[in-house]
């Protein structure tokens, strides 16, 4: 049973850092892809960073170079790492995962806020 739960937000100054963890997917390698996306107020959800089985990863251009996206077979968990965040960032962040049937599994957003 696949149940992405994150962890991690939080309020955080700007240009500091934060790690969002997600776990909840029984045998991570049973999940073909992993990530996430945010949602701000009045806006789509978007992605932010995505990383498939074989390790390869994508990155939103507004994050390249500030956030690192990694999964941790070991621990069955996708972790966000967010340096040099930006009051922009602000948003929840929603992990997600898809299976070999190409079944999505959401899970229910953790709040990041990034204010002085």
């Known amino acids: 049973q696949v149940q992405p739960v994150e962890s991690g937000g939080g309020l955080v100054q700007p240009g500091g850092s934060l790690r969002l963890s997600c776990a909840g997917f029984?045998?991570?390698?049973?999940?073909?892809?992993l990530g996430w996306y945010r949602q701000s107020p009045g806006k789509q959800r978007e992605l932010v960073a995505g990383?498939?089985?074989?390790?390869?990863?994508n990155y939103a251009d507004f994050v390249k170079g500030r956030f690192t996206i990694s999964r941790d077979n070991a621990k069955n968990t996708v972790n966000l790492q967010m340096n040099g965040l930006k009051p922009e960032d602000t948003a929840v962040y929603y992990c997600?995962?898809?299976?070999?049937?190409?079944?999505?599994?959401w899970g229910q957003g953790t709040q990041v806020t990034v204010s002085s």
């Open positions: 997600f995962a898809v299976d070999a049937t190409v079944r999505q599994y």
């Open positions: 029984g045998s991570i390698s049973s999940v073909n892809g």
């Open positions: 990383i498939a089985r074989s390790g390869d990863t």
